[in-house]
């Protein structure tokens, strides 16, 4: 049985190729790349970029715990949806991803219910306690893709030292949620003229900066690849450029919502725009586009974070920090960065897939390579849709970006040759 | 007065003093005057019938005093039904949403809920959802707007009492306030109201408790109460809350009071006609010394006696005018 999906325009990162072209799937896996190929079975891409499916290594499936936000099963369904392939789950659930018995949990639920590829992440601290280092060689015999305690970071510099020594003799990515608690303590959105306006306390930008700049020190005394998570400062951005001149091994991420909405999107005390890091002001949100432009980030993350209707439909102070992304990150990069010019289509497609992929070293993700799984997503980058609240296949619906109207709509994604979303 | 278009009232709520139009706040304070006569009628029967039958709800998710009677006070001379709801009896500690106990406290009809909650954004979200006429008795560190309603009241009676003119506005009138501007709902809406009334303001506070980015709201800051106080006509103490040492905001009470404090010593900076005001309750010989408190200068208890006054003004308002009839109208149908 062989699929092959014609007249699309096919972008593959891995080497830098973008061309009309057809695809040839045969046995779950990507057999030729040429024009003029036929397959028992057809997808007309015409008018659609076909380009390897979307890599995501940051977001929360909540389970085992937190059933009630989101599964692997509905998490993957809104990854597929989204055309996203592979992803990197996060480790704070309850219990935390602390041991091998608890990865491989994640990978059997994954295997009974995925419908995509989850690459769990364990944590870096015993019940992500910040004291003691987890066993990472156990973890990655397990099938851990990256340690990290997201969500938190590692107050003491001398554990996030050891950690990330020791991340490094096992050869194991560290990814690093980047924020001084004490100084961000009680904050709920970013400080400045917003938080002083709607009377609410603020997370100074500096909480998240000192702990770039210190977590990235601490990475080259370890000889360890540090990877920075959400970095959502222009003085984020500017940390991360300056380490990478400097020759550290530290790459980065940030979230479409830090290069599409500012602190503004929280007026009204919407619990939706409330995340953390939270939402910046106009002169981050153009530096962490620049970051984008000149390589400093490395990949789109969407640190999707699935929140109850109930859990987000009360008192703003008391919401839970998080928005969902998956479904959203494409057709927000292709509005937000390809949309207006600062990047190219080919660029988005990179940072969506081979960015990711490569800090987090997952096998055969972010490339139409012949012999790789067919692992492929086909967008219309042209068409536009509006967000629904009931139209996400996330058990969650905690988006800012619901009624927005966006560019660029996922027809298909297809995992190990498998069409896993269609619309 | 007669000669200007009928202005009529038409929002459902008062949550917030920055979603409020100069029209809209002028509207209140030149509704509140008949009320104040109500309150000090010779007879003693200081109550009139507009609000008969209807019930008003006293929702207080945080202590207080003197608000809490204020509006109890405001619903009763208005002849309405009232009910206190306290934090320690209520529902949220059942864990019960805010929502859900709004929606069972309308499902028994009320009308006026007058709400005070810890966190910013409480009345906002209620009144987005629910049809009864939300009134915000303060919200975190938000929003107080019927405090600075009846400190703006307060202000405009002094000047036009001072000045000899019953038709004088706040334009142009200089506005000192001092002390925690970070943690103050009070300051934030009597920002907006001052400056939406074309007064001026000067903010004087230790440099940590002054908001990032406030100047962008239109006023002058310092952290010299001399600079504050040179061409102040009102001199506005916030109260100092004790636990601002303990969270290291302050070195100690005993250098705010040296700095900060208004007191006989300090007002030698001040023009001679300004006056003193606080929202209460004062700490007394902390941020007012007593002698001020009491002083001539001090509106203090007047500011208490009008705010029963501005607060009748606004349930009226909201219950009788047309847009709240319509609102009411939705609920029932």
New interface residues.
Partial sequence: MTLAIINGHVINPADNTSAQRDVLVADGRIQEIGNGLRGDETIDAAGCVVAPGLVDIHCHFREPGYESKETIASGSRAAAKGGFTSVVTMANTSPPIDNAGLVELVIKRAREEACIRVYPAACATKGMQSEEITEMADLKEAGAIAVTDDGHDIPSSRVLRRALEYANMVDIPFLSHCEDEELSEGGLIN????????????V?KAAEEVRIDRNIRLAELAGAHIHIQHVSTAAGVAIVREAKRRGARVTAESAPHYFCLTDEAVS??NTNAKMNPPLREPEDVQAVVEGFKDGTLDCIATDHAPHTF?EK??????APFGIIGLETSLALTLTHLVGPGHISLEEAVRLLTLGGARVCNIPNAGTLASGAPADIVVFDPKATWTVEKNGFASKSSNSPFISHTLQGRVRYTLCGGQTVYSG | MEAMAPAVWVKKDLIGIRDLSRGEIEMILDTAPQFLAVSKRASGIKKVPLLQGRLVVNWFHEPSTRTRTSFELAAKRLSADTLSIAASSSSSVKGETLHDTLANIEAMRADIIVLRHGCAGAPHILAAAHASHIINAGDGRHEHPTQALLDVFTMRETLRRQRGNPELGLDGLKVAIIGDIEHSRVARSNIHALTKLGASITLCAPATLLPRGVERLGVAQTTRLCEALADADVIYALRMQLERQSRGLLPSIREYVKLFRVDRDSLRYAPDHAIVMHPGPINRDLELSTEVADGTRSVILQQVTNGVAVRMAIMHLLANSGGARRARESQAS
């Fill in positions: 400080e400045g003229y917003t938080a002083t306006l709607m009377g609410l306390p603020g100074p009204g005390f109930t439909g009360v008192e703003f102070a008391l």
